[in-house]
């Protein structure tokens, strides 16, 4: 089978499953969410820690207790890795230094993952398991719950910016939706080969004769939830790239499913909780349609590398997972860096030009195609905000969006919003060029070097996760720098969505006229995609420009 068919026949395979559960899956996310029942285990929770899961919250109290939540998850991580070497299953790993405790901890709890050292060098099992997994769940329930607070102020009407109950929507995300899910996922990666025990370190000869340690660990179980609550963080260095982690390319493709299965279901569940299945249609149609192109894309430009290398190769080989072939390679960069996943089964800083800068790109547009687990959603929703105000001062008309309407407050919020992680991404890259110790961690002069640490702040301010590994960031200022974008990137946003949430839901809904736009046909659809595409062009082409451009016209 050439490349090309295999490209096409595996991405009709991951279209086709992800079809079949898209229907139910998404009825059931509307119904978790919903609900006014709680489950035993649930209820039990809710005792535990002293709060009541039916008293609708303002937005202001909503977003103080994810805060809360939040601050509470960074200080007990940081003190598992600072106190990891009196921990049981160390594996004889000390605990991590002040900087690379504080970045870890910052980069699990906002659902970023990005990883400075080498997973089987420095976590034990303990760690891995209580810390990293758990804010695995917990970091992908909070993305989840700010969406549906956001799907709910559309959704109500007159409710005094009350949008819900943080531990309700926390609670349930992680027991009805990423527990069941990743079980089952964990037993399909284990029957396909990914390993799951408490191994430490063994010795095994290899065929040259010599000594070789290997570690063993809980894996199958962490790459579920790394894959489906859009994480990212592998358990070994080599992420993705590891056998142990992803042996086959049937687990290739089921993790490239799970990376998508929530994002690309989630409109669903907006359609049928604002009462108009058609507006997630739109919304999907979007996401799917910026994906398609991406994937397109990034395939083409791996391709059609340039060079002798490639082109005697067939195809740009370079840093890909030779198991599984370029088109898997590209299909899963393209799903990782357009979800906030940041998880890899090839080196990103390996691709050709144009195809690592295909990557950046996914991330600087926002994480919106599909985006992250809840992230995507928001994110999309919020840059609907702008295509419906775009569209009405076109015509003349009040902007509405869902019987809301648009005023100057709402898109001074959506505004902010817009203009908030690009500027982190601007300014952290602008200080690393110029100041020593960032210009330190460069390791490829010119244009390359200029797209690393563009690409190393877009990962951190989009919490994405994923790298250029050229870069070395395992420095006090790449953890410190990183972790006030990763940190600024997850709770500025939040912040923002949580008040249009608020202000929305204390809106009441206005009738639709014969003058309200229609927001589920193809023209608005068409509208949003050009909105999304402009908004991140007039943004970063200079800087794009300076780094991928001109690398791929030398």
């Not at 202001?60 to 070497?85: D, E, P």
């Not at 063993?216 to 070994?236: D, H, W």
């Not at 995507?376 to 009405?392: C, D, K, Q, R, T």
């Amino acid at each position: 089978m050439t490349p090309v068919l295999a490209a096409v026949a595996q991405i009709l395979v991951l279209v086709a499953a992800l079809a079949a559960v898209h229907l139910p899956l998404g009825a059931y996310l509307a119904r978790t969410y919903t609900s006014p029942n709680h489950l035993r285990a649930e209820r039990l929770w809710y005792r535990a820690v002293r709060v009541d899961p039916d008293a609708e919250q303002r937005w202001t109290t909503y977003l103080m207790s994810l805060l809360g939540f939040s601050l509470a998850s960074v200080l007990l991580l940081y003190g598992l890795g600072r106190l990891q070497a009196y921990l049981p299953w160390n594996l004889g790993f000390t605990g991590l230094d002040p900087g690379g405790a504080w970045n870890t901890a910052v980069s699990f709890t906002t659902n970023t993952n990005w990883q400075w050292y080498s997973g089987e060098a420095a976590a034990g099992h303990l760690l891995q398991m209580s810390g990293l997994a758990v804010q695995n769940f917990v970091s992908a329930a909070v993305g989840m719950a700010v969406a549906i607070a956001l799907v709910r102020g559309f959704a109500r009407s007159g409710t005094d910016a009350r949008v819900g109950n943080f531990w309700s929507d926390l609670t349930r995300g992680v027991v009805r939706v990423l527990l069941p899910l990743s079980v089952v996922a964990g037993i399909v990666l284990m029957a396909g080969g990914a390993i799951q025990n408490l191994d430490p370190h063994t010795a095994i000869s290899t065929v040259e004769g010599a000594t070789q340690h290997v570690l063993g660990g809980p894996v199958a179980s962490q790459e579920a939830i790394k894959n489906l609550g859009t994480n990212g963080g592998g358990f070994f260095n080599a992420n993705s790239a590891h056998p142990y982690e992803n042996p086959t390319p049937f687990t290739n493709l089921v993790e490239i499913f799970l990376l998508l299965l929530i994002p690309f279901t989630l409109p669903r569940a907006f359609g049928i909780m604002v009462g108009d299945r058609r507006q997630g249609w739109a919304i999907l149609g979007v996401m799917a349609g910026l994906w398609a192109a991406s994937l397109a894309l990034t395939t083409w430009a791996e391709l059609a590398g340039p060079g002798a290398a490639p082109q005697a190769a067939g195809a740009a080989m370079e840093g890909k997972e030779s198991r599984f072939g370029l088109a898997a390679s590209a299909l899963f960069g393209v799903s990782t860096t357009a979800t906030s996943t940041g998880s890899v089964n090839s080196m990103h800083d390996s691709f050709t030009a144009p195809g690592g800068g295909m990557l950046l790109f996914n991330m600087l547009l926002g994480e919106v195609a599909p985006g992250g687990v809840g992230a995507g959603l928001y994110g999309m929703l919020l840059l609907a905000v702008v295509a419906v105000f775009v569209a009405g001062l076109m015509v003349g008309r009040t902007p509405e969006y869902l019987g809301k309407k648009i005023g100057r407050p709402e898109m001074t919020i959506v505004a902010l919003y817009v203009l908030a992680v690009p500027a982190l991404v601007l300014v952290g890259t602008a200080v690393a060029v110029v100041v020593e110790p960032g210009l330190a961690g460069i390791q490829d002069p010119g244009p390359h070097g200029l797209s690393e640490v563009l690409y190393a702040f877009a990962s951190a301010a989009n919490n994405n996760g994923s790298a250029f590994a050229g870069l070395a960031t395992g420095t006090p200022f790449y953890e410190v720098a990183q972790g006030l974008a990763m940190l600024a990137g997850r709770f500025v946003p939040i912040a923002l969505v949580l008040a249009l949430a608020g202000r929305l839901a204390s809106q009441t809904a206005v009738p639709a006229t014969s003058g309200t736009l229609p927001t589920h046909r193809p023209l608005f659809a068409g509208l949003l995609a050009a909105v999304a595409l402009v908004v991140v062009g007039l943004t970063f082409i200079p800087v794009l420009s300076l780094g991928p451009v001109v690398e791929s016209l030398s």
